[in-house]
C-alpha cells in the first residue's frame, strides 16, 4: 500500500512538473516568435518529450523486478573495506603520503 501511494504522488509531482515545463517553453516560444500557434506547438512537443522522460524515470523507480539471488553470497566493497580497519586500503600499502 505504501509504494502505491508513492506512485500517486510522485505520478502528481511529474504530472506539475511536465504541466509547467511546457508552459514556460511555450511562453518563451510565443514571446520569442510573436506567434501563439508556435508557442503552443512547443508547449505540445515539450509536453510530449518531458511527459515521456518522467514517465520513464517512474516507471524505471516502480516497475517490477525480480530479485536475483547470484550477488547474494558476496561480500561488497564496503563490507570487505570495514572489516580491514578504519584505514583506506591505499594507506595501509603506503601509497599515499
Given at each position: 500500500m505504501r509504494t502505491f501511494l508513492h506512485f500517486i504522488s510522485d505520478a502528481a509531482c511529474a504530472v506539475l512538473n511536465v504541466a509547467s515545463i511546457a508552459i514556460?517553453?511555450?511562453?518563451?516560444?510565443a514571446i520569442y516568435t510573436h506567434r501563439l500557434r508556435d508557442?503552443?506547438?512547443?508547449a505540445l512537443g515539450t509536453?510530449?518529450?518531458?511527459?515521456?522522460?518522467?514517465g520513464y524515470s517512474i516507471w524505471r523507480t516502480y516497475r517490477p523486478r525480480r530479485r536475483s539471488q547470484m550477488f547474494r553470497s558476496r561480500r561488497?566493497?564496503?563490507?570487505?573495506f570495514s572489516a580491514r580497519g578504519s584505514r583506506m586500503?591505499?594507506?595501509?600499502?603506503?601509497?599515499?603520503?
Open positions: 514556460a517553453a511555450g511562453t518563451v516560444a508557442g503552443v506547438l512547443v509536453l510530449v518529450f518531458a511527459g515521456a522522460g518522467f561488497t566493497w564496503w563490507a570487505a586500503p591505499e594507506l595501509s600499502r603506503g601509497l599515499a603520503r
